[in-house]
C-alpha cells in the first residue's frame, strides 16, 4: 500500500555527512546534559513511600496530586489499580522525615481536601486480633478515605531496578547486532546499533535537560523504541539487498538513496499511524501515561531520522558494496572439476 509514489530518486546519501555532523553534536549535548544535569529518577530508583488508600466512590486523581503538591511533597504519583476506587500513591524520600511521618502527612492532606477529619479505629481481625485502622471522616461519621497501607521503598530495592534496566538494554543491543550481523553483515549491524544508541540517548538527554522524572515506564518506552527503530533499519536495509540483485549498474551511493526514497510512502503510513496513536495517550491518557507517551513521541521521531540518515549514512561510510550481500557467482568449470 502507497499514498504516492516518488518516481525520481533524492539524493539523500550526497549530505550524509552533514546528517553525520547534525547527529554527532546533539548526541555530545545529550550526553552533556546527563552527565551535568542528571536524571531525575522516580521512586522505584531512588526509594521512598508507598501509600494505599481506598475511597467510596472513583477517586479524583488530579485533585489528590494537588493535594499532595499543596502539602509539599515534590512530583507526587497516583494511579488506580485494580478498581477506579483504590489508589496506589507513591512519595519520594523526604529527608529528615521517617516513612510514617510522610505517610501521615499525605493523608491528612487527602483527608482536608475531602473536607473531612482523621479518626483511628481499634478493628478486630476475624482471628480476633486488635489493630489500629486510621480514616478520613465528615461531621456525620461517613467515611471519606480509608489508609489500607503504608510501605517503604528501599533505596537498595532502587538500585537492583536499575541494574536490572541497565541489564535489559544490553541485552537488547546484544540481541540486535547478532540478528543483523546474521541475517544482514557486520557493518549493517554495527551502522544499526549506533543509529538506535542514538535515539536512546537523545531520549535520556531530553528527559534531563527538562528535569522529567524518569521511571520504569520511561525505560519500557526506551526499549520499545530500540525495537522500533531497528524494524525501520531492517526495511531500508532489506530494500537496499534487493536494489544490489536488479540494479548491477548503480552505485552503492545511488542503490542508497533509491532505497530510502522508495519506502518513504511506506515509513509515513507505518509511523504516522503509530505516531497518532502516542499522541492519544499524550494528550488524552493522563499523567500515568504522560511521560511514558513522551519518550515513545521523542523516540518514534528520532527513530525515522536515525533510520533514515544515521544507519544508512554510517553503513555507506563503512564501506558497504554488493559483495557483501550477494555472492559472486562461480563460473562453471567446462571440465566439471576432471583433471587430466
Known amino acids: 500500500m502507497e499514498f504516492f509514489r516518488i518516481h525520481r530518486d533524492i539524493p539523500f546519501m550526497r549530505y550524509a555527512t552533514i546528517f553525520n555532523v547534525v547527529s554527532a553534536l546533539t548526541f555530545v549535548a545529550a550526553v552533556f546534559f546527563l552527565v551535568t544535569k542528571g536524571l531525575h529518577l522516580s ?9 494505599e488508600v481506598k475511597y467510596p466512590q472513583a477517586a479524583n486523581l488530579e485533585r489528590m496530586r494537588e ?11 497516583a494511579s488506580t489499580f485494580g478498581t477506579a476506587s483504590d489508589v496506589l500513591i507513591r512519595l519520594p524520600i523526604t529527608p529528615g522525615s521517617s516513612s510514617d511521618t510522610t505517610s501521615a502527612r499525605a493523608f491528612e492532606a487527602l483527608c482536608r481536601a475531602e473536607k473531612g477529619a482523621v479518626r483511628q479505629f481499634d478493628q478486630v481481625s476475624p482471628q480476633g486480633e486488635h489493630h489500629a485502622r486510621t480514616s478520613c471522616v465528615d461531621a456525620a461519621g461517613k467515611e471519606l478515605v480509608s489508609l489500607q497501607r503504608v510501605e517503604f521503598v528501599g533505596p537498595m530495592v532502587g538500585e537492583e531496578l536499575a541494574q536490572n534496566g541497565v541489564n535489559a538494554l544490553i541485552m537488547v543491543v546484544v540481541g540486535v547486532m547478532l540478528y543483523l550481523a546474521v541475517r544482514f553483515e557486520w557493518k549493517y549491524a554495527v551502522a544499526a546499533i549506533i543509529a538506535n544508541l542514538h535515539d536512546v540517548v537523545i531520549i535520556m538527554g531530553f528527559f534531563a535537560f527538562f528535569q522529567w522524572e524518569f521511571s520504569l515506564t520511561v525505560l519500557a518506552a526506551i526499549l520499545a523504541v530500540l525495537g522500533y527503530s531497528v524494524n525501520e533499519s531492517v526495511v531500508i536495509f532489506d530494500r537496499i539487498r534487493e536494489n544490489f540483485r536488479k540494479q548491477r549498474k548503480m552505485s552503492v551511493q545511488e542503490v542508497i ?23 492519544s495517550m499524550l494528550f488524552f491518557g493522563g499523567p500515568t501515561l504522560h511521560y511514558f507517551a513522551v519518550a515513545l513521541t521523542i523516540g518514534i521521531l528520532f527513530g525515522i531520522y536515525s533510520s533514515v540518515f544515521v544507519a544508512a549514512a554510517v553503513a555507506m561510510k563503512l564501506g558497504v558494496k554488493r559483495e557483501d550481500l550477494i555472492k559472486p557467482v562461480k563460473e562453471k568449470d567446462e571440465t566439471d572439476g576432471a583433471v587430466v
Open 43 to 51: 521512586i522505584e530508583f531512588k526509594g521512598g513511600t508507598v501509600v
Open 67 to 77: 493535594s499532595l503538591r499543596g502539602a509539599g511533597f515534590e512530583h507526587p504519583e
Open 257 to 279: 538513496d533509491n532505497a530510502i526514497t522508495s519506502t518513504m510512502s511506506r515509513t509515513i503510513i507505518t509511523h504516522g499511524c503509530t505516531e497518532m496513536m502516542v499522541l
